[in-house]
């Protein structure tokens, strides 16, 4: 049932990708970002296949098919925020349209800078930390069950993009301890 809820919607971000393939071919910055988006996001979820997956572990390297996923879907991530960077700068608008092109286009290259980080990350935790896994079960965290390296992997990506929240202002009563 996972297998054809995943090709679905691979299927649907596909047909997306092939119908803007001549306005990414010869279009601009934008086009070409919102058919890589669809692009990457569709491979994250063909990789969530059993079929994929198949493929990719007889690489020799069980759960690749893993690692592709996640990076293919932070790449996607990435690419879809060009894309809303350059709709930003493609806007003809009054100074608060200029300032929030500036402001995506800094967010955009911190998030690139920092995904690409998180990448190498992953695929280090990936080789070095991860125990080969338990291929009795589908699913990542039940195959790398208590593998030390599972915390790190799996909150590489967390910590990118995901900020804590602040401290609440005290409202002056006795917190208890």
Same mark, same amino acid.
């Given at each position: 049932?996972?297998?054809? @809820?995943?090709?679905?919607?691979?299927?649907?971000?596909?047909?997306?990708?092939?119908?803007?393939?001549?306005?990414?071919?010869?279009?601009?910055?934008?086009?070409?970002?919102?058919?890589?988006?669809?692009?990457?996001?569709?491979?994250?979820?063909?990789?969530?296949?059993?079929?994929?997956?198949?493929?990719?572990?007889?690489?020799?390297?069980?759960?690749?098919?893993?690692?592709?996923?996640?990076?293919?879907?932070?790449?996607?991530?990435?690419?879809?925020?060009?894309?809303?960077?350059?709709?930003?700068?493609?806007?003809?608008?009054?100074?608060?349209?200029?300032?929030?092109?500036?402001?995506?286009?800094?967010?955009?290259?911190?998030?690139?800078?920092?995904?690409?980080?998180?990448?190498?990350?992953?695929?280090?935790? @990936?080789? @070095?930390?991860?125990?080969?896994?338990?291929?009795?079960?589908?699913?990542?965290?039940?195959?790398?069950?208590?593998?030390?390296?599972?915390?790190?992997?799996?909150g590489l990506p967390t910590s990118t993009w995901v900020q804590p929240p602040r401290s609440a202002p005290s409202s002056g009563?006795?917190?208890?301890?």
């Amino acid at each position: 049932m996972t297998d054809a @809820f995943a090709y679905a919607i691979a299927g649907l971000l596909l047909i997306q990708a092939v119908l803007r393939v001549r306005s990414a071919w010869s279009g601009r910055r934008r086009e070409r970002s919102l058919w890589g988006a669809f692009a990457a996001l569709a491979v994250s979820w063909l990789c969530r296949t059993s079929t994929a997956n198949d493929l990719l572990d007889a690489t020799g390297i069980l759960d690749l098919g893993f690692l592709v996923k996640h990076a293919t879907a932070i790449v996607g991530i990435c690419v879809l925020l060009r894309y809303v960077t350059a709709v930003y700068a493609d806007a003809d608008g009054p100074a608060d349209v200029r300032r929030s092109a500036r402001i995506s286009a800094a967010v955009h290259r911190i998030a690139t800078r920092a995904s690409v980080g998180t990448i190498a990350a992953m695929a280090a935790t @990936f080789i @070095f930390l991860l125990n080969p896994p338990d291929t009795s079960t589908l699913f990542f965290l039940e195959r790398h069950e208590g593998d030390l390296g599972l915390p790190i992997y799996m909150g590489l990506p967390t910590s990118t993009w995901v900020q804590p929240p602040r401290s609440a202002p005290s409202s002056g009563a006795a917190q208890p301890e």
